[in-house]
Structure formats: structure tokens, C-alpha cells
């Protein structure tokens, strides 16, 4: 496995790969901490592109609010490039904070409308960050394939509107939510919680839960759901509830009926800790 850490290190790679007739490219885009949530996507973008597999490690200063976590996210470099290895990556994309902003860059992508909403209305600037960054690495790979988690489905919604707009020649593909034994959602930040904060956590994954089990039944109202799910996470006293919402999957808008296709979200701080969760409605 190879490490780049240059655009025109990656782009040769990807253009001698079509240059030699290859098949299908595939990236998935990270910060790094890699988990078994990172390691599927990784699995399936090797199932899909075996051999022409781009896996890019950044932590993305411009995604980061001025009080949140950009100076104390995990980074592990070594372990990282280990997993994604295993996982089936052809090479690791490591650029410098340089490489991608280089002194005086001054264009940023804002997908607008969507990037107020969810996780973009509580991290104002969060999903620019998010747009512009992916925007680039797709730009310098140029993969067919770009793979993405569930668990970060606002951040899907405003990828796949960037991807539409911008006629990125690249289709997302999105992978189902990796969790834990008990239900936790797998996500990078589980490493700042607390013994005591970690089972806390497991308020988020129990609201996706009932909700699930609702609908399944049959209750197809918002209103129904959001306050079953309310009262699920308040019985952690510790969780501070950021949102609770059913909406649009395509416009991140909320809808007052649980249709196939619906997103319900929910973001939550456990401690100092924010995670989020999701589920599609069936």
C-alpha cells in the first residue's frame, strides 16, 4: 500500500490506473481514528474497485468550529494506515493542511439551504467546511465511487446535492450505520467518553430504536415519534438533547409524516461529547 501526500501524487495515480483500462476507482474520505465503521466502507469500496481503492486521512480545519474539537481530534496515523490496509485500500492520501489550502486559497463551496439545516444550524460554517473539503478530494482523485456512512446522513444530503450540482462525475455511495454490541453507533468521538458518559451514550442508539419499532407498527406521525424519542433520551439526565427530527432525506426539511425514505436524526452532547445517530424510515 502506498502513502501520497500530494494532489498530483493521487491524480497520477488515479488518471495511470485509466490510462492502464482499469475498472472502477473508488475513494473513501476520512479523518482518520479509523474504526470498524470505516473499515466497512473500505470493504465495500474494495468489493466494488478491488485494487483501485483511495483511502484520504485529513482532519479538516475548516469543518471545525473556533470552540470545538480540531486541536484534540484522535489522530493515529499508524494505526489508521493498518486498518484501512486490511480493509482492502490500494493507497493512503496523508496531505498537509498546506497541500489542500494552500496560502492565500480563498474559494469554499457552501451548498446552500441544506448546510443551515441539522448538524449545519447547530455548527454554523460546519457542512462549508465539509462541501469544500470533499469537493477538493474529489476533484484531485477523480474516483467514480466516493463512499460515505449513514451515520452522517445530513452530511450525505449535502454531498449528493454538491455532487448534482457541480456534475461531479462521481456517484456516493452510501453504507448502513456500524454499531457497537450494545447499539452505540460507531463514531471517532466514543473515545472522549467516560465510562459513566458511554453507557449515557447508549440513549441516543435506544431513541433510534423506539422509534423504529413505531414505525414498524404503524405510527407514521412526527409528532408521535420525536416526543417518544424525547422521552427515551431524557431519561439520561446527563444528555443534552441538540435535536430530534424527522425530515426530508433529499432536503433536510422537516415532514410531519414518516413516509419510506424519511430521515429521523438525532444529535445529542453526552459530557462534551456530540454524537448523532440516525435511521431511515422503512
Not at 483500462?21 to 474497485?49: D, F, K, N
Request: include cysteine.
Amino acid at each position: 500500500m502506498r502513502i501520497l501526500h500530494t494532489v498530483e501524487e493521487l491524480r497520477a495515480w488515479s488518471r495511470g490506473l485509466r490510462c492502464n483500462g482499469a475498472g472502477q476507482i473508488g475513494m473513501v474520505p476520512t479523518m482518520g481514528a479509523l474504526h470498524e465503521g470505516h473499515a466497512s466502507l473500505i470493504r465495500a469500496a474494495a468489493r466494488e474497485c478491488s485494487g483501485r481503492v483511495a483511502v484520504s486521512i485529513f482532519v479538516n480545519p475548516t469543518q471545525f468550529g473556533p470552540n470545538e474539537d480540531f486541536a484534540r481530534y484522535p489522530r493515529m496515523f499508524g494505526a489508521d494506515c493498518e486498518i484501512a490496509e486490511s480493509a482492502g485500500a490500494t493507497v493512503i492520501f496523508a496531505p498537509g493542511v498546506e497541500e489542500m489550502y494552500p496560502a492565500g486559497a480563498a474559494t469554499f463551496v457552501d451548498v446552500e439551504g441544506l448546510s443551515e439545516r441539522l448538524d449545519g444550524k447547530s455548527r454554523p460554517g460546519h457542512f462549508r467546511g465539509v462541501a469544500t473539503v470533499v469537493a477538493k478530494l474529489l476533484i484531485a482523485g477523480e474516483p467514480d465511487l466516493a463512499y460515505f456512512g449513514q451515520k452522517d446522513a445530513a452530511q450525505v444530503a449535502v454531498l449528493r446535492k454538491l455532487a448534482a450540482d457541480l456534475r461531479l462525475g462521481t456517484k456516493l455511495v452510501v453504507c448502513p450505520i456500524v454499531r457497537e454490541a450494545d447499539g452505540l453507533a460507531m463514531s471517532s468521538r466514543n473515545v472522549y467518553l467516560s465510562k459513566d458518559e458511554r453507557r449515557q451514550a447508549l440513549a441516543l442508539s435506544r431513541a433510534v430504536r423506539c422509534v423504529e419499532e413505531l414505525a414498524a407498527g404503524g405510527e407514521r406521525a412526527a409528532a408521535t415519534l420525536i416526543e417518544a424519542a424525547r422521552k427515551v433520551m431524557s431519561e439520561e439526565r446527563a444528555v443534552r438533547v441538540d435535536y430530534v427530527e424527522l425530515v426530508n432525506w433529499e432536503t433536510l426539511l422537516p415532514t410531519n409524516t414518516a413516509g419510506p425514505g424519511a430521515l429521523f436524526a438525532v444529535a445529542a452532547y453526552v459530557g462534551n461529547t456530540r454524537l448523532i445517530d440516525n435511521t431511515i424510515i422503512l
